[in-house]
């Protein structure tokens, strides 16, 4: 079992940035792709983000390519998501999910390709 704890939402401007964190514990965090989600009031949740076991291949979706990076650090049992110029529709609660392969397989942009879910972290951009 792996448990997921995000930290660094908040409430924010247009324009500013913003680094979330998750803190993994639990089984081996190395061996896992690991993910970023989001899902705004009324809509599905989405991918935003996934980065590999060692953080060779990263992934991104159309609408945060550009402005977000995803990173981990193995030593910490870490993975960051640095948003930068954010935008009011980036408002969503953000997830931080784990597991599958190490890899990331094409399957990585799907909810059920993760086991592991933190409890997710509050992001609010202001116009």
């Known amino acids: 079992q792996v448990q997921l704890v995000e930290s660094g939402g908040g409430l924010v401007q247009a324009g500013v940035s913003l680094r979330l964190s998750c803190a993994g514990s639990?089984?081996?965090?190395?061996?896992?792709?690991m993910a970023w989600f989001r899902q705004a009031p009324g809509k599905e949740r989405e991918f935003a983000a996934a980065?590999?076991?060692?953080?060779?291949?990263?992934y991104y979706a159309d609408s945060v390519k550009g402005r977000f990076t995803i990173s981990r650090d193995n030593s910490e049992n870490t993975v960051y998501l640095q948003m930068n110029s954010l935008k009011p529709e980036d408002t969503a609660v953000y997830y931080c999910?784990?597991?599958?392969?190490?890899?990331?397989?094409?399957?990585?942009?799907?909810?059920?390709?993760?086991?592991?879910w933190g409890q997710g972290t509050q992001v609010t951009v202001s116009s």
């Open positions: 639990g089984r081996t965090f190395t061996n896992y792709c």
């Open positions: 980065i590999s076991w060692n953080g060779g291949r990263t």
């Open positions: 999910a784990g597991g599958g392969s190490p890899y990331c397989s094409g399957q990585r942009y799907v909810t059920s390709f993760y086991p592991y």
